[in-house]
């Protein structure tokens, strides 16, 4: 059975250019894992950058990206379901499944085989706990142990929220069965790193090719099809400042400057997210990432064998 092989880095690192390289020379197919890239139009704000997975005259396979309508509810167990739906037909065909992305809760689960996280969400919880600091809510989670609690990720508030959330059904439900998972083949993870100064230079030249490229048309469009400007604020980054600006509660040097200022502070959570899977007992080859794209294609088709 093939291998699987996991490509990870921050945003604007070159993950996607060096899958489809690897996938070339493999017999792959690529797997994104991005938790927006699975929405269709959302295209430049989620970088899916489609014309990658073309090599010369082929078109490289890709799976999750543009499964679902933008505006849609879309969560992490959605995302395993699928990505457990994709993985055995690529493993039959006898391609090498090329997993790449940057969406680290996303990854951590398909890999480690995360349990629980079918478990609804409570929407009158959520609000209460919102408005709790989050000194309170470790508080919280402490005082709630339960099944989930040796699984839980919850280095921010959101998460955070989430695992109180589960831990809350699980003690009203102790029955709730774990998720079903698929097994795994042997996995290969391989990480791109970059000096903090070069990939704070990319993501600034990326953000500002992007919006003179539409990416604000892109945002107008969807707030034009009717998708609520909360939906899209929530999705975050590109989505959450552009609707603010376009909505008028920001002008355009404010809007572009913060969010130029938090796509670096995604970046930086990235690389803290990817650090702490690799404490917690995930081998990850770090490679690196200035080094030409062939040449780290190279590495990763060596070390596969």
């Known amino acids: 059975m093939p291998k699987i ?27 994104s894992v991005d938790s927006r890239q699975v929405y269709r139009d959302m295209d430049l704000g989620t970088g ?13 396979p890709y799976h999750l990206i543009n499964v679902v309508e933008a505006g849609a509810d879309y969560h992490l167990y959605q995302y395993q379901q699928d990505f457990y739906g994709v993985l055995p037909g690529i493993l039959e065909r006898g391609r090498v499944p090329v997993v790449c992305g940057g969406t680290g ?38 005082e709630n142990p339960s099944a989930y609690t040796p699984l839980a990720d919850t280095s921010t508030r959101k998460r955070l929220i989430r695992a ?14 774990p998720d079903r998972v698929f097994p795994l083949p042997e996995t290969l993870v391989f990480g791109i790193d970059l000096p903090v100064e070069v990939r ?25 099809r009717g998708i609520p400007a909360e939906k899209l604020i929530f999705y975050g980054l590109e989505y959450k400042f552009i609707t603010q600006y376009l909505q008028g509660e920001l002008d355009r ?16 959570r990235q690389m803290t997210f990817f650090r702490k899977m690799e404490r917690d007992g995930l081998p990850i080859r770090w490679l690196d990432g200035l080094a030409p794209t062939a040449r780290l294609a190279d590495e990763i088709v060596s070390v596969y064998g």
Do not use: C, W
């Open 5 to 31: 092989i996991v490509i990870l880095g921050p945003t604007a690192s070159g993950k996607t250019r060096l899958a489809v390289q690897v996938a070339d020379r493999l017999g792959g197919e690529v797997v």
């Open 48 to 60: 899916k950058d489609l014309d990658e997975y073309r090599i010369e005259d082929k078109t490289i």
């Open 105 to 142: 809760l996303y990854l951590e689960a398909v890999l480690k085989g995360h349990q629980f996280t079918a478990i609804p969400i409570d929407e009158t919880l959520r609000r209460d706990l919102e408005s709790r600091s989050t000194e309170e809510l470790q508080a919280l989670f402490r």
């Open 164 to 177: 109180i959330e589960i831990a809350r059904h699980l003690a009203r439900h102790p029955d709730t069965a």
């Open 200 to 224: 704070r230079e990319r993501i600034t030249r990326r953000l500002h090719d992007r919006l003179r490229n539409g990416l604000i048309e892109e945002v107008q469009g969807l707030l034009d």
């Open 253 to 268: 040097p404010t809007m572009t400057a913060r969010l130029e200022t938090a796509i670096h502070q995604f970046a930086k």
